[in-house]
């Protein structure tokens, strides 16, 4: 009897000491260390940064100096072997005046400006933004997968620490049957036969559990892998909470479908932008010179406009028009088939659902039916009325019962899983 309470005390202290955790806490953990999702995160930062490069790059201003010093030398140039001249003798040798006009001496501050192109700018915007959101979708759903890696891979491991904790009442049962044969056999009421199966029984039931104990690591070794967090052995699963979501009227999907057709109806905006007039306002200031004599004289400022108007691209334009055609229809035709195929999972899962809830109850009927059983065999038992193997029989098939009823209540959580997971 000592032994037995020696044994709960054990046990409660360990359950007590062990760091207790939530399948949301391993959620909520995994999403935080994830590389994937945090080099998404920058992704998204890096086109919102974009959108105030195409701003400055379409719409201010940009100011640039140039300098030019280009000298055209003439050799024999009025007895001068060589010599800078912006009117040099016939006889002398260099390029032509009219090319080369002796040199060019340039310092100038030069401004440029794009006008009309409001409607460019907000096509390219549009594409950003649309890119944007495909990023934020993709952030999305690698949460979300990794949310459903992580359900799953706990719901697993906790079957492993429910089959473990069985197993641990198991022993204590037999303990408890061990300490009473022993009485009854020194009593004569059983035999030394008994004793020495249900030692048995005890053995076989330690070496299953130091299996399941293996099992248990190598699963949260996984679920621990998965969240991108330092192992610790001296965890303790909390039952995991997994409410069945309602079907929505939006899904993913549908999001994704939307942001992708019109991402396609954006790049061709963009593509048709080369296609709209291009006005341009440019000025400058500074030293423009071909004479170094008389330089100082020729400090001034120019300006002008410049306009662009496409003609004709030898058809670039309906072609590409055509193949964004193709995309959309190709969209189209996948969103219509993921459609039909996401309804007729989500109602296999609910079929499954439901019948997977019908077979626990009939468990649940059938454990009360064995438990009382277990309990009048065990009262004659104690009496010699029963022998220790019909006992034994008896115990198996409660245990098989309950080891079933734990993998089916994990069936189940799995199936909620699957079922939120393309349900969203």
Not at 76 to 87: F, G, R, Y
Not at 124 to 147: A, C, M, P, S, T
Not at 162 to 169: A, C, G, R, T, V
Not at 184 to 202: A, P, Y
Request: hydrophobic content about 35%.
């Amino acid at each position: 009897m000592k032994s037995i309470v020696i044994i709960l005390l054990f046990m409660l202290y360990t359950v007590n000491s062990l760091s207790q955790s939530t399948l949301n806490d391993f959620i909520v953990k995994s999403k935080w260390n994830s590389p994937a999702i945090s080099e998404i995160k920058n992704l998204i930062k890096i086109k919102e940064i974009q959108s105030k490069l195409i701003d400055v790059q379409n719409k201010a201003s940009t100011v640039s100096f140039t300098s030019d010093l280009y000298f055209s030398p003439y050799f024999n140039n009025k007895e001068q072997l060589i010599s800078i001249s912006n009117s040099p003798d016939q006889t002398a040798v260099g390029y032509d005046i009219n090319v080369s006009n002796g040199g060019l001496y340039s310092t100038q501050l030069n401004i440029t400006k794009n006008l009309l192109n409001n409607r460019l700018v907000e096509n390219l915007q549009f594409q950003n933004y649309l890119q944007i959101g495909g990023d934020k979708l993709n952030h999305k759903l690698v949460q979300h997968n990794l949310e459903k890696q992580i359900t799953d891979s706990y719901i697993l491991a906790y079957q492993i620490q429910m089959q473990d904790e069985f197993l641990s009442n198991e022993l204590l049962e037999i303990q408890k049957r061990i300490d009473l044969v022993e009485i009854l056999t020194q009593k004569g009421i059983v035999q030394e036969s008994d004793l020495l199966l249900l030692q048995l029984e005890q053995s076989s039931k330690q070496t299953a559990r130091l299996q399941i104990k293996a099992n248990f690591n190598n699963a949260l070794n996984q679920l621990y892998n998965l969240s991108n967090l330092a192992y610790a052995d001296s965890t303790y699963l909390v039952t995991p909470i997994i409410p069945l979501n309602s079907i929505k009227d939006t899904l993913y999907l549908d999001e994704k479908y939307k942001n992708d057709s019109l991402l396609i109806e954006a790049n061709t905006h963009v593509f048709n932008n080369q296609y709209k007039p291009q006005l341009n306002l440019y000025a400058n200031t500074g030293v423009n010179s071909a004479d170094i004599k008389h330089i100082n004289h020729h400090f001034g400022i120019s300006g002008g406009i410049r306009l662009s108007i496409p003609i004709y691209d030898g058809g670039q334009k309906n072609i590409f028009s055509q193949q964004q055609h193709l995309y959309q229809e190709n969209l189209m035709r996948a969103k219509k088939s993921d459609k039909i195929k996401l309804n007729n999972n989500l109602n296999s899962l609910q079929n499954q659902i439901d019948q997977t809830k019908k077979n626990i109850e009939a468990l649940d009927a059938q454990l009360v039916i064995q438990q009382k059983i277990r309990n009048l065999y065990q009262i004659k038992l104690t009496k010699g009325q029963v022998s220790i193997v019909d006992f034994l029989n008896i115990s198996r098939d409660f245990r098989q019962t309950q080891f079933l009823k734990i993998q089916i209540q994990t069936n189940l959580w799995l199936l909620y899983s699957q079922f939120n997971y393309i349900n969203w």
